[in-house]
């Protein structure tokens, strides 16, 4: 292994299927913590940034996935 990054070999892109599942993933537990999340009455603030993190995180996976998607579709 460290001869082949010694003569400039490189990892290769992940698959689209990575982004898609993780992001799916993190989807799943942004709803999950909604229901699960046992201080919305007394704590609302950390529960919504918690929320809102998992959202914009899971919508920037999907996005990723979906643009290589389309793109090794594209290719012959």
């Known amino acids: 292994m460290l001869r082949w990054g010694l003569l400039g070999g490189t990892w290769p892109p992940a698959p689209w299927e990575l982004f898609i599942t993780l992001g799916g993933a993190l989807l799943g537990t942004s ?3 909604v229901f699960l999340y046992p201080l919305w009455s007394t704590l609302p603030l950390p ?3 918690e929320t809102g993190g998992f959202l914009t995180a899971a919508a920037v996976l999907l996005t990723v996935g979906l643009v290589r998607r389309a793109r090794s579709m594209k290719k012959p």
């Open 31 to 33: 709803v999950l913590f």
């Open 47 to 49: 529960g919504i940034l």
